[in-house]
């Protein structure tokens, strides 16, 4: 009999900002020099490791038992703790503020030279929204005392910034056991993450802790077992000893499903993109990208040697459909501040983080070792399965995600000898490989006879691989019981692919057909492989906009302000007249005020006796065209700004020179 479970306990919480607040993202941009966290849809967002560290501070403030503490939020290099939680995020899009500060001089309220700082904030009467989920009702107790104690979020707290008030209330959408239905042996799980996922590249991070693009099918194996476990289902275990489970690939934006999807074929190589401004890189150009050729197949001549496919580029296709879309997953770089421990003594240390964005989905397949393991499942993991909101803990940190959908793949015919393949035929990795030789040996490569001997099949002469594209990986894992690292293992590379000819070869194609996967740790999901996916008949991108890369405006303004900061002759405008300009620009509310602003600078060299005079060498008329061809009124201010700080090195370098001469 399976243990009963405790019901997990959802409480939404509210945040509205009383005072301006800033969460910062650790980079600038243009004149602004500090930015607040942003999620993939550009709003502001509060992250769900800053509130758990405002938490623990106020466990502290209370002098509460450490121990109860790390039970409810975790600790360093032991259990996750209890509560998971979103981050804050909003429901639509807000008004941010900047605001300038300058430090003091020593003994003196005059301002510092080079210390003005511009810092972006949160406008006050923001309201934030997240999701906290606690295993059962034990902890909430605690954690309402912690959420009573936090009264401000963000930076500069001591100095009156990011005031906030706190609401909460019980989640009226909690989870229950509900039933699934299901029949077959594979299953479709389309996954979507609730948080960034990070998911270690490498068993030794640096500074810049690389992640893949996709959830493999070890770490979705071991989540399924961890949450077996922390639900009060261990004997459900012993079922992923005659179940396999593939790894999750990630779908293109807006897509909930689609019939195949695998990792780009390293075979596929596509024309090197050219800047068709000359003044700016190629990569703010927005020039769309050429589609892909199967360097299977026949042997071109390119003018250049073509760009080989990506580590996070994919393919898919609907069942209707010829065409594949070629996609890649949206990745962004955090910035993070590993806080030492407490009486360590040791400084804070800065890391980045290498994410998935949230909201991305995956989709993944999970093999049975037949029908009765299959119901076994679905009603072990019923709660988690049926879309009625339990998490899974993926990656890093044990971020939520959640399952969005569950569907059974029809079983595949039997294959027969008569089965449509021909003595001209392909093999496409879409899982990474673990494959040992005679001597145990991790191999790099497939070649025929290695072929024949996994199939099963005795070696005809004339068959051979006539072309192939392969690559190695190191794969990394940890084991969560021990504590320790687990061995690295050297795989071939989900995506490296061969072709393989020769008379009666076939047989050699209808013999793989019938093996699920190859290798060692099928369990897991490696070794997974597709015959004839190649050559792609036609490589497109996503429909719509959103994967069309755009012209980057930022890189266009400053060629463009370069270009009039260079016509601004030594007898031009001084620091401080530039600095003028700049506030003024920014200033402005319209373009009747920018209008004025422009005017007063072509009346200025009338004023001789203000200091009017050197604006008879700045390029008024260059500035006015410029604006006028702006597409925002944004683009204007920025436009001036960037005119001002290309200047500024160049007028300190000629005071310097005059002051040596």
């Given amino acids: 009999m399976t243990a009963p479970s405790k019901s997990p306990l959802f409480i939404q919480l509210t945040v509205e900002t009383l005072e301006d607040l800033h969460t ?98 949160v406008a006050a009467g923001t309201r934030f929204e997240a999701q906290l989920r606690l295993p ?49 042996t594979t299953l479709r799980l389309v996954l979507r993450n609730l948080e960034p996922l990070c998911l270690p590249a490498t068993g030794y991070p640096g500074n810049l802790i690389h992640s ?14 961890a949450w077996a476990i922390h639900n ?50 190629w990569w703010a150009d927005g020039s769309p990208p050429a589609a892909g050729d199967d360097s299977l197949g026949e042997e071109k001549s390119p003018d250049e040697k073509p760009k080989r496919p990506g580590a996070h580029e994919y393919l898919c296709r609907s069942a209707n459909s010829e065409l594949w879309q070629c996609y890649s997953p949206t990745m962004r770089v955090r910035l993070r501040n590993a806080t030492p421990k407490p009486g360590s003594g040791a400084d804070a240390e800065l890391f980045s983080l290498e994410e998935i964005a949230e909201d991305t989905r995956f989709q993944a397949e999970l093999r049975f070792a037949d029908e009765a393991v299959t119901q076994d499942f679905l009603k072990a993991f019923a709660p988690l399965l049926s879309g009625s909101g339990d998490w899974l803990a993926l990656g890093r940190g044990g971020q939520p995600a959640v399952v969005e959908s569950l569907s059974a793949l029809p079983e595949p015919p039997p294959k027969t000898s008569t089965d449509t393949f021909t003595d001209d035929w392909t093999l496409t990795l879409v899982s990474d490989l673990i494959l040992r030789g005679e001597h145990l040996g991790f191999l790099d490569h497939l070649h025929i006879p290695r072929l024949c001997q996994l199939a099963g099949v005795p070696e005809q002469k004339g068959w051979t691989v006539e072309k192939a594209v392969v690559e190695t990986e190191a ?26 000819t020769g008379p009666g070869s076939a047989e050699l194609a209808r013999a793989l057909a019938q093996r699920p996967a190859l290798g060692e740790r099928t369990a897991e999901g490696f070794g997974r492989f597709l015959l004839n996916v190649q050559p792609i008949v036609k490589i497109v991108r996503p429909e719509g906009g959103d994967d069309v890369p755009r012209p980057n405006r930022n890189e266009e303004l400053l060629s463009l302000a370069r270009d009039l900061s260079q016509k601004i002759s030594q007898d031009g405008p001084s620091l401080s007249q530039l600095q003028w300009l700049r506030e003024r620009a920014l200033a402005a509310e319209n373009d009747g005020q920018m209008n004025e602003l422009s005017q007063e600078i072509e009346n200025a060299p009338k004023r001789r006796l203000q200091g009017g005079k050197a604006w008879e060498h700045f390029p008024i008329s260059p500035l006015r065209k410029a604006l006028e061809g702006l597409q925002t009124f944004n683009e204007k ?5 960037y005119l001002v700080q290309w200047r500024v090195p160049q007028e300190k370098e000629n005071k310097g020179k005059e002051q040596r001469q």
């Fill in 475 to 500: 794969v990394h894992g940890f084991n969560a019981v021990t504590g320790l690292h687990r061995a690295p293992a050297l795989a071939i590379r989900r995506g490296s692919c061969w072709r393989i």
């Fill in 24 to 121: 910062g993202a650790g980079i600038g941009s243009g004149d602004i020099d500090a930015l607040v966290q942003r999620d993939r849809h550009g709003r502001p967002v509060i992250r769900a490791s800053h509130f758990k560290g405002l938490l623990r501070e106020a466990g502290a403030n209370l002098k509460l038992e450490k121990e109860a503490l790390n039970d409810l939020l975790g600790a360093q290099g032991a259990n996750r703790g209890a509560l998971r939680m979103t981050s804050l995020r909003l429901r639509k899009d807000c008004k941010t503020l900047v605001w300038g500060s300058t430090k003091r001089v020593d003994g003196g309220r005059a301002p510092q030279e080079d210390t003005l700082h511009f810092v972006e904030h």
């Fill in 232 to 281: 009060g289902r261990p004997d459900s275990l012993a079922l992923f000893e005659r179940i396999s489970v593939g790894d999750a690939l990630p779908l293109p934006e807006g897509v909930d499903r689609v019939d195949t999807v695998l990792p780009i074929p390293l075979s596929i190589l596509t024309k090197k993109p050219h800047a068709a401004n000359v003044k700016i890189p």
């Fill in 637 to 641: 201010g920025h436009l001036i700004s």
């Fill in 212 to 225: 893949h693009s996709f959830i493999r099918g070890q770490t979705l194996r071991g989540a399924l077992i």
């Fill in 136 to 184: 059962d009702a034990t902890f909430q107790p605690l954690l309402e005392r912690l959420l009573n104690r936090v009264d401000r979020i963000g930076g500069d707290r001591n100095r009156g910034s990011g005031l906030v008030k706190l609401d909460w209330q019980l989640d009226s959408a909690a989870c229950g056991p509900q039933g699934t239905a299901a029949t077959g």
